[in-house]
Protein backbone atom coordinates (compact mmCIF):
# COMPACT_ATOMS: atom_id res chain seq x y z
CA UNK A 1 0.00 0.00 0.00
CA UNK A 2 2.63 2.39 0.67
CA UNK A 3 4.67 1.82 -2.68
CA UNK A 4 1.59 2.25 -4.67
CA UNK A 5 0.86 5.43 -2.85
CA UNK A 6 4.60 6.88 -2.97
CA UNK A 7 4.46 5.71 -7.10
CA UNK A 8 1.14 8.02 -7.35
CA UNK A 9 2.87 10.93 -5.63
CA UNK A 10 5.70 10.32 -7.81
CA UNK A 11 3.44 10.28 -10.83
CA UNK A 12 1.76 13.53 -9.52
CA UNK A 13 5.01 15.32 -8.73
CA UNK A 14 6.19 15.10 -12.29
CA UNK A 15 2.81 15.25 -14.17
CA UNK A 16 2.21 18.62 -12.62
CA UNK A 17 6.10 19.32 -13.67
CA UNK A 18 5.52 18.74 -17.45
CA UNK A 19 1.56 20.45 -17.22
CA UNK A 20 3.30 23.62 -15.80
CA UNK A 21 6.60 23.34 -17.53
CA UNK A 22 4.35 22.63 -21.22
CA UNK A 23 1.59 25.28 -20.39
CA UNK A 24 4.19 28.04 -20.02
CA UNK A 25 6.45 27.04 -23.02
CA UNK A 26 3.31 26.86 -24.98
CA UNK A 27 1.94 30.30 -23.88
CA UNK A 28 5.44 32.04 -24.71
CA UNK A 29 5.60 30.47 -27.61
CA UNK A 30 2.36 32.08 -29.17
CA UNK A 31 3.41 34.55 -28.03
CA UNK A 32 5.39 35.01 -31.72
CA UNK A 33 3.98 31.91 -33.19
CA UNK A 34 0.07 31.80 -34.41
CA UNK A 35 -1.79 29.05 -32.89
CA UNK A 36 -2.36 26.59 -35.93
CA UNK A 37 -5.65 25.14 -34.74
CA UNK A 38 -7.75 25.77 -31.36
CA UNK A 39 -9.48 22.42 -29.24
CA UNK A 40 -12.82 24.21 -30.49
CA UNK A 41 -11.69 23.89 -34.01
CA UNK A 42 -11.19 19.93 -33.52
CA UNK A 43 -14.34 19.27 -31.95
CA UNK A 44 -16.40 21.11 -34.23
CA UNK A 45 -14.67 18.51 -37.50
CA UNK A 46 -15.34 15.77 -35.03
CA UNK A 47 -18.99 16.65 -34.93
CA UNK A 48 -19.59 17.34 -38.26
CA UNK A 49 -17.63 14.31 -39.44
CA UNK A 50 -19.59 12.04 -36.90
CA UNK A 51 -22.44 13.96 -37.88
CA UNK A 52 -22.84 13.07 -41.50
CA UNK A 53 -21.99 16.95 -42.51
CA UNK A 54 -19.60 18.87 -44.22
CA UNK A 55 -16.38 18.89 -43.32
CA UNK A 56 -15.50 23.09 -43.33
CA UNK A 57 -12.67 24.47 -41.63
CA UNK A 58 -11.64 28.20 -42.68
CA UNK A 59 -9.37 30.47 -40.71
CA UNK A 60 -7.15 33.09 -42.52
CA UNK A 61 -5.00 34.63 -40.07
CA UNK A 62 -4.51 38.53 -40.79
CA UNK A 63 -2.33 40.74 -38.28
CA UNK A 64 -4.24 43.28 -35.74
CA UNK A 65 -2.55 46.00 -38.10
CA UNK A 66 -3.74 44.94 -41.15
CA UNK A 67 -7.38 44.92 -40.09
CA UNK A 68 -9.71 48.00 -39.98
CA UNK A 69 -10.00 49.18 -36.60
CA UNK A 70 -13.58 48.85 -37.10
CA UNK A 71 -13.30 45.40 -35.92
CA UNK A 72 -11.22 45.33 -32.92
CA UNK A 73 -13.48 48.52 -31.63
CA UNK A 74 -16.61 46.46 -32.43
CA UNK A 75 -15.39 43.61 -30.44
CA UNK A 76 -13.91 44.96 -27.39
CA UNK A 77 -17.35 47.42 -27.51
CA UNK A 78 -19.46 44.18 -27.70
CA UNK A 79 -17.92 41.68 -25.84
CA UNK A 80 -15.42 43.30 -23.34
CA UNK A 81 -16.25 47.26 -22.70
CA UNK A 82 -13.19 47.26 -20.18
CA UNK A 83 -10.78 45.08 -21.77
CA UNK A 84 -7.87 47.48 -21.61
CA UNK A 85 -8.52 48.26 -18.22
CA UNK A 86 -9.10 45.14 -16.30
CA UNK A 87 -6.02 42.60 -15.62
CA UNK A 88 -8.07 39.75 -16.88
CA UNK A 89 -11.01 39.53 -14.92
CA UNK A 90 -13.30 42.48 -14.90
CA UNK A 91 -14.78 41.95 -11.04
CA UNK A 92 -17.90 44.52 -11.76
CA UNK A 93 -19.25 42.67 -14.32
CA UNK A 94 -18.52 39.47 -12.59
CA UNK A 95 -20.60 41.12 -9.53
CA UNK A 96 -23.20 42.65 -12.00
CA UNK A 97 -23.68 39.06 -13.69
CA UNK A 98 -23.85 37.66 -10.10
CA UNK A 99 -26.59 39.90 -8.95
CA UNK A 100 -28.68 39.77 -12.21
CA UNK A 101 -28.54 35.71 -12.31
CA UNK A 102 -29.57 35.26 -8.76
CA UNK A 103 -32.87 37.77 -9.78
CA UNK A 104 -33.64 35.58 -12.89
CA UNK A 105 -33.04 32.35 -10.29
CA UNK A 106 -32.04 30.53 -13.30
CA UNK A 107 -34.08 31.22 -16.70
CA UNK A 108 -31.92 33.02 -17.70
CA UNK A 109 -27.43 33.02 -17.00
CA UNK A 110 -25.68 35.99 -17.69
CA UNK A 111 -21.69 35.52 -18.34
CA UNK A 112 -19.18 37.78 -17.21
CA UNK A 113 -15.73 36.13 -19.07
CA UNK A 114 -13.49 38.76 -20.61
CA UNK A 115 -12.10 38.91 -24.21
CA UNK A 116 -8.65 37.31 -22.34
CA UNK A 117 -10.92 34.86 -20.69
CA UNK A 118 -12.29 33.66 -23.74
CA UNK A 119 -8.79 33.59 -25.21
CA UNK A 120 -7.15 31.37 -22.84
CA UNK A 121 -10.54 28.81 -23.15
CA UNK A 122 -10.10 29.05 -26.95
CA UNK A 123 -6.39 28.40 -27.17
CA UNK A 124 -5.58 26.24 -24.36
CA UNK A 125 -9.17 24.59 -23.31
CA UNK A 126 -12.11 22.71 -24.28
CA UNK A 127 -15.71 24.71 -24.04
CA UNK A 128 -17.85 22.31 -21.59
CA UNK A 129 -18.26 24.29 -18.19
CA UNK A 130 -16.79 22.56 -15.44
CA UNK A 131 -15.29 23.68 -12.03
CA UNK A 132 -11.87 21.71 -13.43
CA UNK A 133 -11.44 24.01 -16.57
CA UNK A 134 -12.67 27.23 -14.67
CA UNK A 135 -9.70 27.23 -12.79
CA UNK A 136 -7.58 26.10 -15.62
CA UNK A 137 -9.25 28.66 -17.05
CA UNK A 138 -8.13 31.47 -14.61
CA UNK A 139 -4.51 30.26 -14.67
CA UNK A 140 -4.20 29.97 -18.68
CA UNK A 141 -5.83 33.75 -18.47
CA UNK A 142 -3.36 34.94 -16.00
CA UNK A 143 -0.16 33.65 -17.95
CA UNK A 144 -1.49 35.46 -21.48
CA UNK A 145 -2.05 38.58 -19.48
CA UNK A 146 1.33 38.33 -18.23
CA UNK A 147 2.82 37.01 -21.44
CA UNK A 148 0.89 38.17 -24.03
CA UNK A 149 -0.31 41.96 -23.01
CA UNK A 150 -3.46 43.10 -24.24
CA UNK A 151 -2.81 43.54 -28.31
CA UNK A 152 -1.52 40.11 -28.43
CA UNK A 153 -4.58 38.39 -26.59
CA UNK A 154 -7.09 41.04 -28.53
CA UNK A 155 -5.58 40.07 -31.92
CA UNK A 156 -5.26 35.76 -30.90
CA UNK A 157 -8.91 36.35 -30.09
CA UNK A 158 -10.05 38.13 -33.36
CA UNK A 159 -8.48 35.25 -35.51
CA UNK A 160 -9.65 32.16 -33.84
CA UNK A 161 -12.93 32.97 -32.75
CA UNK A 162 -15.57 31.08 -33.90
CA UNK A 163 -18.09 33.40 -36.41
CA UNK A 164 -20.28 30.51 -38.59
CA UNK A 165 -20.30 27.36 -39.25
CA UNK A 166 -16.74 26.10 -39.62
CA UNK A 167 -15.58 29.65 -39.98
CA UNK A 168 -13.14 31.21 -37.42
CA UNK A 169 -11.63 34.63 -37.41
CA UNK A 170 -13.00 37.73 -38.31
CA UNK A 171 -11.03 37.61 -41.88
CA UNK A 172 -12.25 34.66 -42.40
CA UNK A 173 -16.07 35.75 -41.24
CA UNK A 174 -15.45 38.97 -43.46
CA UNK A 175 -14.52 37.23 -46.76
CA UNK A 176 -17.83 34.55 -46.56
CA UNK A 177 -20.22 36.96 -45.32
CA UNK A 178 -19.31 40.12 -47.25
CA UNK A 179 -16.61 38.90 -49.49
CA UNK A 180 -14.27 41.45 -49.08
CA UNK A 181 -10.64 41.32 -46.25
CA UNK A 182 -11.19 42.36 -42.79
CA UNK A 183 -9.05 45.36 -44.03
CA UNK A 184 -12.18 46.91 -45.83
CA UNK A 185 -15.15 45.91 -44.04
CA UNK A 186 -17.32 48.75 -42.82
CA UNK A 187 -18.12 50.29 -39.30
CA UNK A 188 -21.99 48.24 -40.11
CA UNK A 189 -20.30 45.10 -41.17
CA UNK A 190 -17.81 44.64 -38.07
CA UNK A 191 -20.87 45.02 -35.96
CA UNK A 192 -22.78 42.67 -37.22
CA UNK A 193 -19.90 40.69 -37.13
CA UNK A 194 -19.39 41.05 -33.43
CA UNK A 195 -23.08 40.69 -32.73
CA UNK A 196 -23.45 37.15 -33.74
CA UNK A 197 -20.16 36.41 -31.61
CA UNK A 198 -22.78 35.03 -28.73
CA UNK A 199 -23.82 32.35 -31.03
CA UNK A 200 -22.55 31.92 -34.56
CA UNK A 201 -23.95 28.82 -35.51
CA UNK A 202 -27.19 30.31 -34.95
CA UNK A 203 -26.97 33.34 -36.44
CA UNK A 204 -25.21 35.02 -40.04
CA UNK A 205 -24.09 38.49 -39.99
CA UNK A 206 -25.26 38.70 -43.83
CA UNK A 207 -28.64 37.94 -42.91
CA UNK A 208 -29.02 39.41 -39.45
CA UNK A 209 -32.84 39.04 -37.75
CA UNK A 210 -34.09 42.01 -36.12
CA UNK A 211 -32.62 40.92 -32.83
CA UNK A 212 -29.10 41.18 -34.64
CA UNK A 213 -29.90 44.21 -36.12
CA UNK A 214 -30.56 45.29 -32.64
CA UNK A 215 -27.28 44.25 -31.32
CA UNK A 216 -25.66 45.90 -34.40
CA UNK A 217 -27.14 49.36 -33.42
CA UNK A 218 -25.80 48.69 -29.51
CA UNK A 219 -22.89 48.08 -30.62
CA UNK A 220 -22.29 51.11 -32.95
CA UNK A 221 -23.89 53.25 -30.27
CA UNK A 222 -21.13 51.70 -27.68
CA UNK A 223 -18.22 51.68 -30.33
CA UNK A 224 -19.07 55.33 -30.61
CA UNK A 225 -19.40 55.78 -26.86
CA UNK A 226 -15.36 54.10 -26.69
CA UNK A 227 -14.31 56.39 -29.39
CA UNK A 228 -10.82 54.53 -30.32
CA UNK A 229 -8.65 51.85 -28.97
CA UNK A 230 -4.97 52.00 -27.91
CA UNK A 231 -2.94 49.73 -28.87
Do not use: C
Amino acid sequence: MKKQLRRLLIFLKYFVIVFFASSIFFVVLYKFVNPPVTPLMLIRLAEQSFGGQTVKLENKWISIDKMTRNMPLAVVASEDNRFFEHSGFDFESIEKAREFNAKKQGKKIRGASTISQQTAKNVFLWPQRSWVRKGLEVYFTGLIEFVWGKTRILEVYLNIIETGKGIYGVESASQSFFGKPASGISRGEAALIAAVLPNPLKWNPASPTPYIRGRQQWILWNMNNIGSLAY
